[in-house]
């Protein structure tokens, strides 16, 4: 275990971090506990769905793992480009998606609360 003190928005943190594996390079910890702890609604953490069928159009993808934590458009709605069509949960962040390109929402390939993968198509703006 190492310890580390971070400082977020003038609060300051002691963090334990645990290293797992050997070598170089980057090592992903395997448990992090800091104090105190910021107070978030409890995500639901279901399985990835099984791919629907994918709409032509621009897919728009998960940028890292997470959970869908709010869907802000539907199918057949018109978004601009820079629109946010979805908030993506991910290492207690809320982290907003998108739209790369204007047009019409041709599919919505998740729901609130899903667990998204890295590369999983979200939504299709055609």
Same mark, same amino acid.
């Given at each position: 275990?190492?310890?580390?003190?971070?400082?977020?928005?003038?609060?300051?943190?002691?963090?334990?971090?645990?290293?797992?594996?050997?070598?170089?390079?980057?090592?992903?910890?395997?448990?992090?506990?800091?104090?105190?702890?910021?107070?978030?609604?409890a995500a639901t953490k279901a399985a990835p769905?099984?791919?629907?069928?994918?709409?032509?159009?621009?897919? =728009?993808? &998960? %940028?890292?793992? *997470?959970?869908?934590?709010? @869907?802000?458009?539907?199918? !057949?709605?018109? #978004?601009?480009? $820079?629109?946010?069509?979805?908030?993506?949960?991910?290492?207690?962040?809320?982290?907003? =998606?998108? &739209? %790369?390109?204007? *047009?019409?929402?041709?599919? @919505?390939?998740?729901?609130? !609360?899903?667990? #998204?993968?890295? $590369?999983?198509?979200?939504?299709?703006?055609?």
């Amino acid at each position: 275990m190492r310890k580390f003190n971070i400082k977020v928005n003038g609060t300051s943190y002691e963090v334990e971090v645990e290293e797992i594996g050997g070598g170089g390079g980057y090592v992903a910890p395997a448990a992090v506990a800091a104090a105190p702890a910021p107070s978030a609604p409890a995500a639901t953490k279901a399985a990835p769905k099984a791919a629907a069928p994918v709409a032509d159009g621009e897919q =728009i993808k &998960a %940028p890292m793992p *997470g959970n869908i934590w709010e @869907v802000k458009c539907s199918v !057949g709605q018109e #978004v601009a480009e $820079g629109d946010v069509v979805m908030v993506l949960e991910a290492m207690k962040m809320e982290n907003e =998606i998108m &739209a %790369p390109c204007a *047009g019409k929402v041709a599919s @919505v390939q998740v729901e609130k !609360g899903d667990a #998204v993968e890295t $590369g999983q198509v979200l939504l299709v703006i055609a």
